[in-house]
């Protein structure tokens, strides 16, 4: 894999394993994750919340996926604010655009299903919660719980 530079800094991405599970590292904050075509939903667990924290996923797969992205909080008190975009590639005029947003009542799951080409999440921490931003292309609307 190439480098990706963010301010001026030479960070190489980390890829992703094809598992059932991965848990997020906060030394690797600001650097892209890229996600395989997995061969079974993975379950992401995200560091607990550090003002300045950034991590962003993004697909990188060679067909659509078959699996779920499951990304969760450390804790149950860290919540999810903001939301997606989903676009539907299924739809033959290409103009169902979704937004989706946490409610931010429980909401420490956000499960992007079934992600396809074109899909990237970023996650930044305010030290209290998770600002979700980005665009997930699917069939089916990614969700927050």
Same mark, same amino acid.
């Given at each position: 894999? =190439? ?5 001026? !800094? ?6 992703? /394993?094809? =598992? ?15 996600? /395989? $075509? ?11 919340? +550090? $003002? =300045?924290?950034?991590? +962003? ?14 990304? *969760? ?8 604010? =903001? ?5 539907? /590639?299924? +739809?033959?005029? !290409?103009? +169902? ?11 420490? @799951?956000? @499960? ?15 030290? @209290?919660?998770?600002? *979700? ?6 069939? @089916? ?5």
């Amino acid at each position: 894999m =190439g480098t990706h530079f963010l301010g001026g !800094l030479n960070m190489r991405p980390v890829s992703v /394993p094809d =598992g059932t599970t991965y848990k997020v590292l906060a030394k690797n904050s600001g650097k892209l994750h890229v996600m /395989p $075509n997995l061969t079974s939903n993975c379950t992401i667990t995200l560091p607990p919340v +550090e $003002n =300045g924290l950034k991590f +962003e996923f993004m697909y990188a797969g060679a067909a659509d996926d078959a699996q779920n992205w499951v990304i *969760v909080t450390s804790a149950t008190t860290e919540l999810f604010k =903001g939301g997606v975009t989903q676009l539907d /590639p299924a +739809e033959a005029t !290409l103009t +169902e655009v979704v937004p989706v947003y946490a409610d931010f009542s429980n909401d420490d @799951t956000f @499960t992007a299903i079934t992600p396809n080409a074109g899909t990237s999440v970023t996650f930044v921490s305010d030290g @209290t919660s998770w600002l *979700v931003n980005g665009f997930v292309v699917s069939d @089916t609307p990614p969700t927050f719980a």
